[in-house]
């Protein structure tokens, strides 16, 4: 599994919607990471063999710049991740090809990317680079088997992450505290109880003794 690619999907989509974006606060980004403009998405245009029989694919740049809409948006605060950040390498769009999805490719792990930016919102943009429409921001889901992926379907917008969930996290806890217990505290408790148990046997010994040469001294007077 690659966490520094993210499949992009979406459905319920405005008409002309070419492919979604990652909207994080500006603010956020930080001087060294970011641009006034990164790279224009690839659109996946076709694919075919080489002379060596190997597949190679055909992308073409869409026809977005620093003058596009999508490059000048700033709403609340909100711009767009792939055109000003340099944690993104590029955008391929796929799902015209009929892919089941889009394909952001990052510098950075995705799940930091989440980390770093609390308040993402995903906006559909058409291949000119028009923001048509934009989610509210993400909700979060789990799963460690399954690559890193945007989801956006009308308003709602989702992220799922490789790592575990805060649920899984607190039973991955309780479970090592469980072992933990099991193999150190419980044979500590038992080694305490055989201490004692020894210790109360040698008391009542030696009080047994006491008591014995005490009876003995009194029958020789």
Request: hydrophobic content about 35%; aromatic content about 10%; some cysteine.
């Amino acid at each position: 599994m690659n966490k520094r690619h993210v499949y992009l999907d979406y459905s319920d989509a405005p008409d002309g919607t070419a492919y979604i974006d990652v909207l994080v606060k500006k603010d956020e980004i930080g001087d060294d990471m970011y641009t006034d403009f990164n790279a224009p998405p690839e659109r996946l245009a076709d694919k075919g063999l080489d002379e060596h029989g190997t597949t190679e694919f055909i992308f073409e740049d869409l026809n977005i710049d620093s003058s596009s809409d999508i490059a000048r948006y700033n709403d609340d605060g909100y711009v767009s991740l792939s055109v000003h950040s340099k944690e993104v390498e590029r955008i391929t769009i796929e799902k015209s090809l009929g892919y089941s999805s889009d394909s952001l490719n990052l510098n950075v792990s995705a799940n930091d990317i989440c980390k770093k930016y609390r308040g993402i919102k995903l906006a559909y943009v058409s291949e000119d680079g028009k923001v048509l429409e934009v989610t509210k921001t993400k909700k979060r889901s789990y799963d460690i088997k399954k690559q890193p992926e945007f989801t956006a379907s009308g308003e709602k917008a989702e992220f799922r992450t490789t790592e575990f969930s805060p649920l899984g996290k607190l039973a991955s806890f309780l479970l090592l505290l469980n072992v933990l217990i099991i193999v150190f505290v419980i044979p500590v408790l038992i080694i305490v109880r055989i201490n004692d148990d020894i210790s109360w046997k040698m008391w009542v010994r030696e009080e047994l003794n006491k008591i014995s040469d005490s009876k003995d001294d009194a029958d020789n007077t």
